[in-house]
């Protein structure tokens, strides 16, 4: 069985940590993005006093997010310093996607927040389009987080299966060995 390193757990644990964050969200984004009817008036007071409460979290809230934010890319530093093939090939892809999502968050969902929470959302955006960036914001942002894990545990599967096939070689070539030994005996 092939070692996790440590770094993927910093990885992984992070990634699982975000997605959870963003989860919490969708009973609010429901109404906005997956529902053929418009929103009420009070689904959308609802919806902004949500972001809003989010936005004027203590500040040990956004801390710690961004310390697990910090901990997936550290995590992805330590797993490319002396990069093997898989790692370039797996870790790279990984950490495209994750700065992805870290893109989305920082201009998509926090420049949202921060409108949601002073309400002045302006003509060319309205309230209704403001609440929808944020919450497509948000599903795409979950669906490039679970493209990382997919990539973490397909290099996770590669490995293993990598790892069988030299232990299989091994097997063969010592079998091999065994036999010209075995052989050259019996001649004797």
Same mark, same amino acid.
Request: glycine letters at 12%.
């Given at each position: 069985m092939p070692k996790v390193s440590f770094a993927?757990?910093?990885?992984?644990?992070?990634?699982?940590?975000?997605?959870?964050t963003i989860f919490t969200n969708w009973t609010f984004d429901h109404a906005t993005l997956w529902t053929?009817?418009?929103?009420t008036a009070p689904t959308l007071a609802a919806i902004?006093?949500?972001y809003t409460q989010l936005h004027h979290a203590p500040s040990i809230i956004p801390r710690v997010l961004h310390i697990t934010i910090g901990t997936g890319i550290l995590g992805f530093l330590v797993k490319l310093y002396k990069p093997s093939e898989s790692n370039m090939l797996f870790d790279g892809a990984s950490l495209v996607l994750y700065m992805i999502a870290l893109?989305?968050?920082g201009t998509n969902v926090i420049k949202?927040?921060?409108?949601? %929470? =002073?309400?002045?959302? =302006?003509e060319e955006v309205g309230r209704v389009d403001t609440l929808?960036?944020? %919450? %497509?914001?948000?599903?795409?942002i979950a669906l490039v987080l679970v493209g990382v894990l997919v990539l973490q545990s =397909?290099?996770?599967? %590669?490995?293993?299966?990598?790892?069988?096939?030299?232990? =299989?070689?091994?097997l063969k070539e010592e079998r091999e060995r065994e036999e010209r030994r075995g052989g050259g005996?019996?001649?004797n």
């Open positions: 993927t757990f910093l990885i992984i644990c992070p990634t699982c940590f975000l997605l959870g053929s009817l418009p929103p902004e006093s949500h893109v989305m968050y949202g927040m921060r409108t949601i %929470a =002073g309400g002045d959302y =302006g929808r960036v944020v %919450a %497509a914001s948000q599903v795409i =397909g290099q996770w599967y %590669a490995e293993k299966k990598e790892e069988q096939e030299v232990r =299989g070689l091994e005996k019996k001649k």
